[in-house]
């Protein structure tokens, strides 16, 4: 059988589908308490157990699709935007299919791209298997994923995380051997994933949801125009005028899901965080 070919268009759509899922199973109401300020906002997590699986979801958006899926191509590079969604999000931003605005689309993604790539030092580290006690620094996007990573996987399947540890202890000037690494993780799990993460997990909401509220400012126009109600045996329905070009099943189905998305504004309403938590975590 010979694999499907999807055009640009299909693409878009695939990935802002992608997104705009990933993102809605991280930022809303049963994971974060809905009473918070949209100024200044600092957003708590219902319970412990909603942080970890917020963090295990981030994993999966800080990373790319398989090579192939759905015709999906890879960045080249090392930073954030070649390897996560947020480099595709780019692609579609630079040329997008639909009449829509795109600058908060194009804002959100750099300004995340360039808060992941960004350093995070944490003083007095105290990793009592190794008896190392000082400070750590590990880059944004490194921490997140080894901690997202080691909250979803037992410890069968954590070699990749192992070798990311070592490396991260390696560059703060401490060389630990692989059995040393294991018995790392859960210690490097209660300083990043249980103070710093938490720290720095209204900032990651922050991103998201701009993103989120992006990918609706651009589709707007499109619903508009595709939007199209009328009355069924005298009931108020509706259908989308799909375009043309978007043949395949899948594809369509999830341009429909698009369209259902931006129907309304996203529930999580825009809000903005303190200068100091962008800049601290």
């Known amino acids: 059988m010979k694999p499907a070919r999807y055009s640009d268009l299909d693409r878009e759509i695939i990935v802002l589908s992608a997104v705009w899922d990933l993102i809605g199973s991280m930022v809303h109401y049963a994971h ?29 958006f800080l990373s790319l699709p398989r090579r192939g899926t759905f015709g999906l191509s890879h960045r080249h590079g090392s930073g954030s935007l070649a390897r996560t ?4 999000i780019l692609d579609v931003s630079a040329k997008p299919h639909f009449r829509g605005d ?23 580290v105290w990793l009592p298997s190794i008896n190392r006690e000082g400070t750590i620094t590990v880059q944004r996007m490194n921490y997140l994923k080894i ?23 390696a560059d703060n000037g401490t060389d630990i051997n692989e059995g040393q690494s294991y018995l790392v ?50 009931i108020q329905a509706y259908r989308f005028n799909v375009p043309t070009e978007i043949t395949d099943p899948l594809i369509r189905s999830m341009y429909w899901e698009l369209m259902n998305n931006v129907r309304s504004e996203p529930y999580f309403p825009r809000f903005s965080v303190q200068p100091r938590l962008l800049e601290r975590f």
Not at 41 to 50: D, K
Not at 111 to 124: M, P, R, T, Y
Not at 153 to 160: E, P, S, V
Not at 196 to 220: D, H, K, P
């Open 185 to 234: 993780i859960p210690e490097f799990q209660e300083w990043f994933r249980d103070h710093v993460f938490m720290a720095s997990s209204t900032t990651v909401a922050f991103f998201l949801n701009e993103i989120r509220w992006g990918i609706y400012y651009y589709l707007r126009s499109e619903f508009q125009r595709a939007y199209q109600p009328y009355m069924l045996d005298g």
């Open 32 to 60: 974060f308490e809905k009473k918070h300020s949209l100024r200044e906002t600092i957003l708590m997590f219902q319970t412990s157990e909603c942080s970890k699986l917020f963090l295990i979801i981030l994993a999966d």
């Open 147 to 169: 901690c997202g990573t080691a909250s979803k996987h037992g410890f069968t399947r954590l070699g990749d995380i192992v070798r990311k540890i070592q490396k991260v202890l």
């Open 85 to 88: 969604y947020l480099g595709n």
């Open 102 to 124: 795109t600058t908060l689309l194009t804002s959100s993604a750099k300004s995340f791209a360039e808060w992941l790539d960004g350093s995070v030092s944490v003083d007095k």
